[in-house]
């Protein structure tokens, strides 16, 4: 099924209403819908190069605004079942622990899933569902959308279809460790 799904989103890419088609990828992506907008990025900049900013631009829109949609999930879906369930168990106390620990690192989280293969939509969720400031879950995803997605294009751009292997093999792995680095700065900073 996936496989099925995956061919399917590829297809779009070379629909006349591609641009539409990724808004539509990157909105739902954001939330629910497991194949990353990036794969109708590829061919969409590789045919028409000039038009790579303005196809990061709507994948980042798009995917911030889809982001905001996984957001309000979090919040009704995590009031409505996750809470009585919580108190049923005597774990609502953990919950506000978890959600305290999760909301100091919000940034980072969002951030990271922002850039690099861990499902963004997770986060997004999450952050609702943990109440994560909602300036804070904008800012950072803005960002990190935009990053991971004007990298892309940019890369692309400059390079074409001899990058492609790159950005589909080994771009998440690199965005990983870059996250990584920055993280373990960050928190050598802070603490030494």
Not at 85 to 102: D, V
Not at 153 to 166: Q, S, V, Y
Request: a positive charge; charged letters at 10%; glycine letters at 8%.
């Amino acid at each position: 099924m996936i496989r099925n799904l995956y061919n399917w989103t590829l297809s779009l890419a070379h629909s006349p209403y591609a641009l539409w088609a990724l808004a539509v990828v990157a909105f739902i992506e954001s939330s629910v819908f497991p194949i990353p907008p990036d794969l109708m990025m590829i061919p969409m900049i590789i045919a028409i190069p000039r038009r790579a900013f303005l196809i990061a631009g709507v994948a980042t829109v798009a995917s911030v605004l889809g982001g905001l949609l996984g957001y309000i999930i979090g919040v009704f879906a995590f009031d409505s079942v996750g809470q009585p369930i919580l108190e049923a168990l005597g774990k609502a106390h953990s919950m506000e622990e978890f959600s305290t620990q999760f909301n100091d690192m919000g940034f980072w989280a969002v951030l990271i899933a922002g850039i690099t293969p861990f499902p963004y939509k997770v986060i997004t969720i999450m952050s609702g569902w943990t109440a994560m400031p909602l300036g804070t879950f904008i800012v950072t995803s803005i960002l990190a959308r935009a990053l991971r997605f004007f990298i892309i294009a940019t890369l692309l751009w400059k390079f074409g279809e001899p990058i492609r292997a790159f950005i589909e093999k080994r771009l998440g792995l690199v965005f990983t460790a870059f996250c990584v680095v920055l993280v373990g700065a960050f928190f050598l900073v802070r603490y030494l």
